[in-house]
Each structure stands twice: as C-alpha cells, then as structure tokens.
C-alpha cells in the first residue's frame, strides 16, 4: 500500500503542476511571486514544466501499473523529489528568500522524497 500511495500521489503532484504549466504557464509562475516574458517565455514554460512534469506523472503511472515496476518508480520519486529539495534549500540558503510557497514546495518535495525512501526500504 505504502509503494503505491508513494507512486500515485508523486504521479498526481507532477501531473497537476505539469497540466497548470502546460494551460496557464504565465499564471502559474506567478504563484510561486515569479514572472517571465519575452520571446518563447510561455512555449518554454510548457515544454519544461509541463511537458517535464507530465512525461514523469505518465512514467509513474506506468510503473504503478506493473508490480515489477514499482522499485524504478520509487527510485524515480526519490531522484526527482530528493534533487528538487536540495536544489531547493540550497537556493533558499544561498539567497536568504523565503515564501510561503517556497515553504510548502519544499514540504512536498521532502515529504515525498522521504516517503519512496521509506517504501524503498520496506520493499
């Protein structure tokens, strides 16, 4: 139960970012207090936030499905939610900002990583 909670809820937090990225990419970096424009600003939020995002949500997904998966997909969950939270406190370190969505990503971001860690251990 606990892999594919651990699969499902990194599959849905990718997905849901992925889709707000990929439909409203200028609004949804607005949430996190950023703006980007200019020539291909909004083409290159979709591609790499929602395209990224999507592409890791579907190889969960897939790996959810398929019991000998599950080990990959917890792997995945760990690198990708494990580097976002280094990348992350490193940032936050380094540049002395913080914000309450800052704060709830990093939240995420490690409680996720902990979470396939933890399933990864009991599998």
């Known amino acids: ?3 594919k909670s651990t699969l499902f809820l990194a599959a849905l937090g990718l997905a849901g ?3 707000a990225f990929l439909l409203v990419p200028v609004q ?3 949430l996190a207090g950023l703006a980007m424009e200019g020539i291909g600003a909004r083409t290159e939020l979709r591609t790499f ?3 990224l995002e999507l ?3 579907g190889l969960l997904l897939a790996c ?3 019991r000998r998966r599950h080990r990959d997909g917890l792997w995945l969950v760990l690198a990708v939610f494990g580097g976002l ?8 370190a380094l540049d002395r900002e ?3 969505f800052l704060g709830l990503a990093l939240a995420t971001e490690l409680f996720l990583a902990a979470l396939a860690a933890l399933a990864l251990r009991r599998a």
């Open 55 to 57: 592409g890791l949500a």
């Open 1 to 3: 139960m606990l892999v």
């Open 85 to 92: 939270a280094a990348a992350r406190l490193l940032g936050l």
């Open 98 to 100: 913080w914000s309450t």
């Open 49 to 51: 936030y929602g395209g």
């Open 17 to 19: 970012f992925g889709l």
């Open 28 to 30: 949804t970096l607005a």
């Open 64 to 66: 959810l499905r398929d």
